[in-house]
T-cell receptor, first 115, second 114 residues
Framework: GAVVSQHPSRVICKSGTSVKIECRSL??????MFWYRQFPKQSLMLMAT?????????EQGVEKDKFLINHASLTLSTLTVTSAHPEDSSFYIC???????????FGDGTRLSIL | AQSVAQPEDQVNVAEGNPLTVKCTYS??????LFWYVQYPNRGLQFLLK??????LVKGSYGFEAEFNKSQTSFHLKKPSALVSDSALYFC????????????FGQGTTLQVKP
């Protein structure tokens, strides 16, 4: 089946650091990727839709200057958490594909811990 | 507003017994329906989907789901649960007019006891 690779799986860093998370579709091209945030034992919250070659579409309440998304190729989207603070600590998950009848395929997530 | 509901936070079953995880939705038109499973500190794994056709959909790992249009439900089932099925399960719906976004239920933790 389709594979989505997300890296790194875990990040621990100091407050004020910027952190970049990569999401790659390994065996298919993805014009659209999605970035989610998940709090413990809760559902996924869609943060933004990443569009290849154009600006990302952010959900209401998500700061686009805080969470920078770049989708420069058909197989790679990146999420950069700028000047991260402890409240940004969370589990971030990306997905790719899922147009029409096809399911979205998810990465394994990134556990971000800001000290 | 469009929504997906999983009314049970947790479902407990004994190994070998049948299991059901419930999902209802409030989405206009003929949406696409999906079930995903999440193990701790992992992403979501696709289990099965309903597009059109038979109301009973078979998926991965012996799971199946029953679609009921009149009740707008898409319940996940398995005839005989395994301890390894213990995980967090999400129902998700994509409106047919949508560009790809999924609407997720809040998730149901399945606990299968030996």
């Amino acid at each position: 089946g389709a594979v989505v690779s997300q890296h790194p799986s875990r990040v621990i860093c100091k407050s004020g650091t910027s952190v970049k998370i990569e999401c790659r579709s390994l065996d298919f091209q993805a014009t659209t990727m999605f970035w989610y945030r998940q709090f413990p034992k809760q559902s996924l919250m869609l943060m933004a839709t990443s569009n290849e070659g154009s600006k990302a579409t952010y959900e209401q309440g998500v700061e686009k200057d805080k969470f920078l998304i770049n989708h420069a190729s058909l197989t790679l989207s990146t999420l950069t958490v700028t000047s991260a603070h402890p409240e940004d600590s969370s589990f971030y998950i990306c997905s790719a594909g899922g147009q029409g009848r096809q399911p979205q395929h998810f990465g394994d997530g990134t556990r971000l811990s800001i000290l | 507003a469009q929504s997906v509901a999983q009314p049970e936070d947790q479902v407990n079953v004994a190994e070998g017994n049948p299991l059901t995880v419930k999902c209802t939705y409030s989405v206009s038109g003929n949406p696409y329906l999906f079930w995903y499973v999440q193990y701790p500190n992992r992403g979501l794994q696709f289990l099965l989907k309903y597009i059109t056709g038979d109301n009973l959909v078979k998926g991965s790992y012996g799971f199946e789901a029953e679609f009921n249009k009149s009740q707008t439900s898409f319940h996940l089932k398995k005839p005989s649960a395994l301890v390894s099925d213990s995980a967090l399960y999400f129902c998700a719906v994509r409106p047919s007019s949508n560009t790809g976004k999924l609407i997720f239920g809040q998730g149901t933790t399945l606990q299968v006891k030996p």
